[in-house]
């Protein structure tokens, strides 16, 4: 009898007597639901991708932790570090002194924030040399400076060419008492996609220190890359604690927390809302079985007379509606893979077509729409699909079940 149920709501999902507004809105629940799905799944790939981006691309160039000095400055670090990077979960640690400064070329001029690093130790806690798109940055010596691709482009400067950096020199009560002009050339241009780019410009830590009045052997901060990132406020005051020093604890959550939390909310209001859209798309299935039970009602009646059990007719119109579920489903599952897979190479068309960046660099973190596919989001996206579509057929299919024979039968 389950052949019978089956064989039943094929016949009457593909007989040409249903009416064309029945077949009208069967289309539009399928239809629905095909599209519901396949936005899904390319929103959670997009969100997955932004999500790896912060984690593989953004932090892998900042600091998961910095301890700062609060008064201005830490001596005798090499050993300091030494003994802080042997606490459990800290992969490496490096050296930093920061300051904000003015690049200028010829007429441009732009503001960045000067990092003296050792690349000896900066290896260790960033990648940043491999997002290197021209020149070099094997060595940094003393009248070189790396720059970001946004500053890069607002100078109009070029690898080999020479800028000006100012920095600002401070008296002793803070305040500022003069500045300082260096001529630098530009030894590598790196490319993050992101605020970075237009933000900070590397030099060598020694040089920076003579330039800024540091003694000798002093440095304004030691950074830290770590295993786990979300343990990097437990890991920040375990450093703290272990600090010689009265310092800042600064870890990666503190300054770009809001980009990871603003993923999370989007994907959560994203999921609810499309999920949403799928349950009312499924609705059109309750409203398609409701009247196609109405005009089948003399073929219902004249199945019970027959001896179809009631339980036979529920299966009959649960597998009429599901079908219309399946197929979107299966449809929307298709064509969400498919535009997650490709949603990276479309959005790069469209950028070359536009000639401009649909994300603006100096405002997200990418200038790129990344996209990881997850198969258990897929696999989750259309269990939903396929149960809400199951859940939708099960009023009118009971229903069906109920109608009098009798009744029906004595009318004809």
């Known amino acids: ?76 670090w090499p050993r300091k570090l030494q ?24 007429e441009a001029v732009k503001a960045a924030q000067v990092r003296g690093v050792s690349l000896l130790y900066e290896q260790h806690i960033s990648d940043v040399r491999q997002y290197v798109t021209s020149g070099s940055m094997a060595t940094l010596s003393d009248n070189q400076v790396v720059l970001g691709q946004g500053i890069a482009e607002v100078l109009n400067i070029a690898v ?24 630098l050339t530009v030894s590598a241009i ?11 410009v590397w030099v060598d830590l020694t040089t920076l220190a003579n330039w800024l009045g540091l003694p000798e052997g002093e440095v304004h901060g030691l950074a830290f890359r770590i295993d786990d990132i979300f343990a990097a406020a437990q890991l920040a005051r375990e450093l703290g604690r272990l600090s010689e020093d009265y310092v800042y604890l600064l870890d990666w959550y503190r300054t770009q927390g809001h980009v990871y ?7 959560a209001i994203l999921y609810l809302v499309l ?8 609705f ?23 001896g179809m059990a009631p339980g036979q007719l529920v299966k009959t119109f649960v597998l009429l509606g599901w079908l219309n579920g399946l197929i979107g489903s299966l449809l929307g599952t298709v064509l969400g893979v498919i535009l997650a897979s490709s949603i990276e190479s479309l959005f790069a068309g469209l950028t070359r077509l536009l000639g401009s960046s649909l994300l603006d660099p100096s405002i997200y973190f990418i200038d790129f729409v ?21 859940l939708a057929t099960l009023y009118p299919a009971w229903r069906a079940s109920k109608v009098e024979p009798a009744a029906i039968l004595g009318q004809r």
Request: proline letters at 2%; glycine letters at 6%.
């Open 1 to 76: 009898m389950a052949s019978l149920a089956w064989q039943l709501a094929k016949r009457y999902r593909s007989t040409r007597h249903t009416s064309g507004f029945i077949r009208f809105i069967s289309a539009s629940s399928t239809s629905g639901i095909t599209l519901g799905v396949a936005i899904l799944i390319l929103a959670l790939s997009v969100m997955n991708g932004f999500e790896q981006a912060l984690e593989q691309r953004l932090l892998s160039v900042i600091p998961h932790i910095e301890l700062e000095a609060v008064e201005y400055s830490l001596a005798d």
């Open 284 to 306: 059109n299935i309750v409203a398609t079985l409701v009247m196609a039970v109405r005009e089948k009602e003399a073929d219902i009646a004249i199945l019970l007379t027959m």
């Open 261 to 267: 939390n603003d993923i999370q909310m989007v994907r």
């Open 190 to 200: 790196v490319s993050l996609g992101g605020q970075l780019d237009y933000s900070q």
């Open 370 to 390: 990344p996209s990881v596919l997850r198969w258990q989001d897929v696999l989750l996206t259309l269990a939903i699909a396929l149960l809400l579509s199951l």
């Open 83 to 106: 003994k802080m990077e042997t606490t459990a979960g800290v992969t490496a640690g490096a050296p930093f002194i920061k300051a904000n400064g003015m690049l200028r070329h010829r």
């Open 275 to 282: 999920t949403l859209v799928i349950g009312v798309a499924c």
């Open 160 to 183: 080999g060419q020479n800028v000006q950096l100012m920095l600002p020199r401070f008296a002793e009560d803070g305040s500022m008492a003069s500045h300082r002009t260096v001529n």
